[in-house]
């Protein structure tokens, strides 16, 4: 099968192609440079005039697991009047601020994305979150593995383990789980709050294993890099939404002695603690050093106005947002002497001081930072906002007058302790292909994907362009092809499709798994070869399929372990 | 298809036909260090096995037949006997639901597309836990957690042994602790008078505590604890019968405690409006974990209803009693509850699936009714049609979620019959509608 996409305007930073009008070629689901000689094209699309882009990437965005389905569970009312129909392609489910699964993948296509990846999955909780990634259609899928809030990590680091033991355990931990990167949540801190500590500075001591944030963040960090997974370690780091958290979030990227790191939904991280209301931004400062220290990547979670569900692996810091729950109901959870989680519904207000200056932060260091390769589009989904509101936030971003007649409803107190209104960079086709494509699948190491050069899987979305309403063109794809199957058509699914799984699989001695085994069997409930995930499990849960033309199971390089 | 959990029994190499390391789905715990043997006679559980565990694996399920109106069919007839059944259907009820995580989106799938009801057979247990999630939500732990963790394990009113009877030999009086070389000995609290106490003993068990007020009283001790660690205390002299110095006496445990864990067993927790005690030992965890630290651990959660809970809610957004009538997830916890649908004759046809124990028989009803059940369900009368299928971890692979909806687990082919899946069975007649 050969189809020709003629004409369109392009935009595909990884091979350096901006806005040029080019002929692509996909065949058999993947691109290629030229078609073979003599080759009859099966298909055409004549995309005159239109933007040609890959298809976007989701580096953050809680799809599954536990606490993402206890937030489905713990709003009903949110549901109610978003309920979807069932229709002859697709099936029924709601979708307000935490969607059900199969609604979630379909509205992913419908708005160009072709890969989302759940940024927290707790290794007791690996099964289920690849459950319900498998229950979500249309995308690519995949998960970080959350570590150095569970006993073992911290025992090991404690007791002076010898590096590559470490190193051992993370890569172990990487396959047993079905990981595609490592993340760290409040580093120490979860564990910490088992204690009843209630907060974690970055040089503070856990009480029990002696341990501060910045050993672990330094020791995973390490470890990521001599393993050789692409993507750095994806940090959500100290005091989450707390006044004054830009300190912890500075000292941490200046800490990272020219260690790869990833700072995650760093919006909740950049508060500083002026003005009468002691809540002021810190964007400047942040994005300042953040523009000369290049070895740190961040995603914003942006914040939107409106009723969501903020759903954490962050127990400690989610039990401090409690007092801001909205409706007054919430779950936190001590899992496994593993990790936790919190639970807790937000409804951010635009006539809020504190919302609307978090709205504003959020836009400030998207347009403060200037290497869009180092700063990826989320709202932490969905903790910022729902995901679907990504067509708003580029129209945010790329139109300034926009920009600022939103910023005029805000709350005034908010209005003046910005700088938004000074700002006015406007981000460029190029760059939101950047951050919303190439940028993603170069840091998590999908080397096929996030492109359009030869080689890549033929992912692809078309828009008609539209000057005038960024968010109506991307909110409303003309065409999305996935693995070169057209599955959307004006916005529409037309063909439901599975996913395939994507992980990273670097070496480790087996060794350890002897001294695994003793741990689980004394210790913990669950046995080390009940714990640990087969591909099949996930291959059953997405499409029955082998192997093959949907690639369940999608194993990306890892580069050599050192040591 | 290549069966993933068809078993290479994991773990140490097994002893001569042993098969180790085994998951139990016979109830919430889903323990999984059994030991099992097969012989000519069917399996056999060698080790670590219970009550529950014994009489689900060693049950003979050979020489089930599929039937119509109690008479022998061929499994493809039974099938489109259902089929035609649901076809004719206006509002089919699909209850039961003692399956796995496959079993249960099967059941989903089909709900959704023939506009049915989908309820599990313990939703009204599962509902007094979920009522408090909806309304105020919680503060809650999991078994590994309470295992190494709890220093003070407080009972609320409900027989866990007999729910569950490995609890206490697995959680409480355990030998190891990740905290200590040393663990201290643990005090045990039981709220309520006659809960069985047997199983527990052992080195670990230290103190065992019992304020014996009746079962359905016990919401008015917790009410009076949260009150005196609120700092307003009742005057009265005794509470459900305990004297006030008991309570307060237990106040000062609870706050010297390092990480009390409250467990409750909402099935266990019989009685009118029991959702108010969840409620208030909910509140009881988030006072005191205004200073301390403190948990909650629901446990039940038998005949896979964790599984159908999470599942219903990650693909409806609603936790079961759920219609699809409409062509959307309806959602009204009392409308769409089946036992009330059938008392009231709403619905005409009962889709009933309970494939771990033959004691989840279907309710009595003069609609039709099409059972999937695991051979021996207990049956008032022959159905119109009955399909035999087999227990996941036991005749089929699968996977189910534990109590804690934290944890889930792998079932295994232990080979017991070959008995068909629940969800290839309702996967055919989906594909059939």
Redesign the interface.
């Known amino acids: 099968m050969l189809i020709k996409f003629t004409g369109g305007t392009v935009y595909d930073p990884l091979n350096g192609v901006n806005g040029e009008v080019r002929d692509i070629y996909a065949q058999d689901g993947r691109i290629v440079a030229t078609p073979p000689p003599g080759a009859r094209v099966d298909a055409e699309y004549a995309l005159n005039g239109r933007v040609v882009m890959a298809g976007a990437i989701d580096p953050h965005s809680h799809i599954g697991g536990g606490k993402v389905t206890i937030g489905r569970m713990l709003l009903p009312e949110d549901h109610q009047g978003h309920e979807v129909s069932r229709t002859e392609l697709m099936r029924s489910g709601c979708g307000h601020a935490v969607p059900s699964t199969m609604t979630t993948g379909y509205r992913y296509a419908e708005m160009g994305y072709t890969a989302a990846f759940e940024p927290a999955m707790l290794p007791a909780n690996a099964r289920q979150a690849h459950l319900e990634m498998g229950d979500t259609p249309m995308i690519d899928k995949g998960a970080f593995v959350m570590l150095g809030n569970d006993d073992f990590f911290l025992r090991a680091l404690a007791g002076k383990k010898d590096f590559s033991f470490i190193k051992d355990y993370i890569a172990w931990t990487m396959h047993a789980a079905q990981a595609l990167a490592v993340k760290i949540v409040n580093p120490g801190g979860i564990s910490a709050f088992k204690f009843n500590q209630r907060k974690m500075d970055l040089d503070e001591k856990h009480v029990f294993y002696g341990l501060t944030p910045r050993d672990i963040i330094l020791t995973l960090a390490r470890g990521m890099k001599e393993l050789g997974v692409p993507h750095p370690i994806h940090i959500h780091g100290c005091n989450l939404g707390v006044p004054g958290s830009m300190d912890s979030t500075l000292a941490t990227i200046r800490g990272a002695e020219g260690l790869p790191l990833h700072l995650t939904h760093i919006q909740f991280h950049s508060y500083g603690t002026e003005g009468d209301m002691k809540f002021s931004s810190g964007a400047p400062q942040i994005a300042e050093l953040l523009n000369q220290t290049p070895n740190v990547s961040i995603d914003i979670g942006q914040i939107m106005f409106g009723q969501t569900c903020t759903a954490s692996g962050d127990s400690m810091r989610q039990y401090g947002n409690t007092k801001s729950s909205n409706p007054k109901k919430w779950v936190v959870m001590d899992i496994e002497c593993d990790n936790g989680c919190g639970v807790v519904p937000m409804k951010y207000r635009d006539k809020s001081y504190v919302n609307a200056l978090q709205w504003a932060i959020g836009l400030e260091l998207f347009l403060l930072v200037n290497d869009p390769w180092r700063i990826f589009l989320t709202t932490d989904h969905p903790n910022g906002a729902p995901f679907y509101y990504y067509p708003h936030l580029i129209r945010l971003l790329m139109d300034r007058t926009f920009r600022n007649e939103m910023l005029e409803k805000l709350h005034p107190g908010a209005q003046a302790a910005t700088i938004l209104k000074t700002l006015n960079r406007e981000y460029s086709l190029y760059e939101i292909a950047i951050m919303t494509r190439a940028g993603p699948a170069k840091s998590l190491g999908l080397r096929d994907r996030g492109h359009l050069g030869a080689g890549a899987v033929a992912d692809i979305t078309v828009y008609e362009d539209n000057a005038q309403d960024r968010e109506a063109m991307f909110k409303t794809p003309l065409f999305v092809f996935k693995n070169g199957e057209q599955i959307v058509k004006n916005g529409k699914v037309v063909k439901v499709v599975a996913g395939a799984t994507h992980v990273v699989r670097p070496d480790y001695d087996k060794g350890i798994e002897k001294t695994l085994r003793e741990y689980f069997d004394r210790y913990h409930t669950v046995k080390l070869d009940n714990f640990r995930l087969s591909d099949q499990e996930i291959v059953d849960s997405n499409c029955g399929h082998t192997g093959g033309e949907c690639g369940c199971v999608i194993v990306q390089p890892s580069g050599p372990r050192i040591s | ?4 959990t068809q078993a290479q029994a ?2 140490n190499p097994p002893k001569s036909n042993a098969i180790t ?1 085994v ?1 139990c789905p016979f109830c919430g715990l889903v ?3 059994l030991e099992l043997a097969r012989d000519e006679k069917g399996l056999h559980v060698t080790k670590n096995g219970c009550e529950k565990a014994v009489a689900g694996f060693e049950r003979n399920v050979d020489g089930a037949k599929p039937q119509i109106e109690g008479r022998d069919v061929d499994l493809a007839t039974a099938i489109q006997a259902a089929t035609a059944l649901i076809r004719k259907s206006s509002l089919p009820l699909y209850g039961g639901l003692g399956t796995d ?2 079993g249960i ?1 099967s059941v989903m ?1 089909l709900a ?2 023939s506009g049915g009801v989908v309820d599990h057979a313990l939703s009204e247990g599962q509902y007094r836990n ?1 009522r408090v ?13 309470t ?3 709890a220093d003070v394990i407080i009972v609320v009113g409900t027989d866990i042994q007999k729910l569950h009877p490995r609890f206490f030999e ?2 409480v009086n355990v030998e ?4 200590s070389e040393t663990p201290a000995k643990r005090t045990v609290i039981f709220i309520g008078k006659g809960l069985d106490q047997s199983a527990v003993k052992g080195p670990r068990i230290g103190e065992i505590v019992t304020l014996p007020c009746d079962l359905d009283r016990v919401g008015e001790i917790v009410g009076a604890l949260s009150a005196e660690i609120r700092g307003t205390p009742s005057s009265a002299d005794s509470v459900a019968g305990v004297p006030a110095a008991d309570i307060r006496a237990l106040v000062e445990r609870l706050k010297s405690a ?2 009390p864990v409250f467990v409750w067993a909402p099935p266990g927790l019989n009685f009118p409006n029991a959702d108010l005690v969840v409620s208030a030992v909910s509140d009881l965890v988030k006072e005191l ?1 205004v200073k ?2 403190a ?1 909650g651990l629901a446990l039940g959660g038998n005949e896979g209803a964790i599984s159908a ?2 599942v219903s ?7 079961l009693r759920v219609s ?1 009538a ?6 009204d916890f009392l409308r769409y509850a089946i036992p009330r649908m059938i008392a009231n004759g709403e619905g005409d046809l009962l889709v009933w699936l309970a494939s771990f124990t033959p004691d989840l028989g279907p309710p009595a009803t003069k609609i039709p009714t099409i059972v999937l059940g695991t051979p021996g369900i207990k049956l008032a009368s022959p159905p119109a049609v009955f399909i035999p299928v087999g227990t996941p971890g036991a005749d089929h692979g699968g ?1 189910i ?1 534990r109590v804690d ?6 079932l295994r082919d232990l080979g017991r019959s070959k008995l068909p899946k629940a969800s290839d069975i309702f996967g055919a007649i989906e594909l059939a509608l």
């Not at chain 2, 298809?1 to 993933?4: E, G």
């Not at chain 2, 999630?133 to 809650?140: D, K, P, R």
């Not at chain 2, 409409?326 to 959602?331: A, R």
């Open positions: 298809m290549t069966n993933w994991p773990g390391d998951a323990c999984d260090d995580v496959n989106r799938a959704d597309k979920f999630l909806q309304t105020t939500g919680w503060i809650m732990t999991t078994l590994t957690e295992r190494n963790r697995r959680i190891a602790s990740l905290l390092a990480y974990n301390w630290r948990a809970g999470a809610s990650w693909q409806s957004g609603y936790p699809f409409s062509g959307k997830p309806d959602y996977r979620i909806n934290v944890v889930s687990l792998p």
